[in-house]
């Protein structure tokens, strides 16, 4: 990847005060923090072809224990206190704006002086809650209608332990994912009547960051496998920056206790020339919120738009080609944002940025759609190998998951027949060599040719 100028300079701020995470997994997470900066001022990216909201839906995929959530909390330690700190004035200037104009009100009527105080009371604003990491639907809603109301930014939902949330998927939760990927789009949501009843209320213009961060475990056997496939298939291919790094790859920057506080020293002295980026970032006059591409740039995203795609190939690959350039002029209003916060244009080195980074972080997914899709006949033949001169149970075998319980015994029964064909085909024969009380045990031995 070629990373603009301000966004390396983050990135290597970023990757050194989280030590042992991988560099491409820090860069989304950092990338999720400085589209809330772009959607403090509602950042939107004007095209040739259309304008967008400057939002990112990130999925992070990481083993348990190796610093995914740390880096959140890293990095809003390290670089967003003037983000927070501007999102506090403005929330503060809006809710007396708001309560005056509520005392207006409740001076202008008849009310009695309880009433009065009443109706200011159960109408001030909401708190703007920025960051939400699970929610009713209503609660979303009802503060994304505060949002709209405030004229300024936007959430940031975070789901730290997505695989937990997808396979214990209820109708609360898949409720939120779907109302979560709605407002992603646009920042739009809209009122719903389920049962002659309405539900929620619409919000306008509101946008809308995802960052799910997740072990893989349980992901890539069932049920795992055929709900994640299902929400592949919902859009989320077509929308988000995908990350799976090699954790073998992560390396202490330092080698001894010297080092260690030499790095320190160092991040120490970049630190205030890192917040005085996002601080610029965060800045920006409200109504300079619309980056506009030049000429240049509409043409390099016009050459972008796929053609030619081989349709039979997997949908989800399908869905992420065909979107790359809306991901990139997404990302390439961030990218603008913090290199150049008083000129609201995007040049070309912003979209060689974002297109360098989306086209980085598609291998991720191509990466993910093998495993989710890999062979299940074959993922049986290599267990049954790998079990070299023990063999593998059968009782083993199902508790490998690659197929759901209740569908085991039908699968598993075509499954070893093909399995024993494809041995001797590649040398192999396949015994049961199960005894007693054992039950089916099979081993594949290495066919001498006699």
Known sequence: MKLTQNLNQLHTYAVGIS????????????????????????????????????????????????????????????LMHYYFSVKVEKEQAYKEIKLKELEGVAEDSEMTDLQKNRFIKENEPRQLIDIFQNATIEGFVAVRKEFESAKFGGTLVIISEFSDYILNLSTTKEDFLTIIKEVYEDGSNYAKVIKMEKRGESVQDVPCSILFQSTPTGLFEEPGVSKMKSFLNKGIARRALICMPDMSETKVPYNNFVEYKESLALLESQKEKMQKIIARAANINPVKNVFICTEEVDKFLFDLRPVNINFEGNESLIADLKSRPRKIQKLAGIIALIEHPAHNIVNMEDIACAASIVNHYSQYLNAFIDLLYEDKTMKLFNYILSKKGIGARLMDIRQQKIVGWNNFSRWFEEAINEVRQYALLNGYELKDIGIGSIGSTYILNKNDGN
């Open 19 to 78: 030590e042992d995470v991988p560099g491409d997994a820090v860069l989304l997470i950092l990338l999720s923090k400085l589209s809330q900066v772009a959607m403090l001022n509602r950042v939107k990216v004007k095209s040739f072809e259309s304008e967008t909201l400057s939002n990112l839906y990130i999925l992070n995929f990481m083993p348990s224990g190796t610093g995914k959530d740390k880096v959140v909390s890293l990095i809003d330690k390290h």
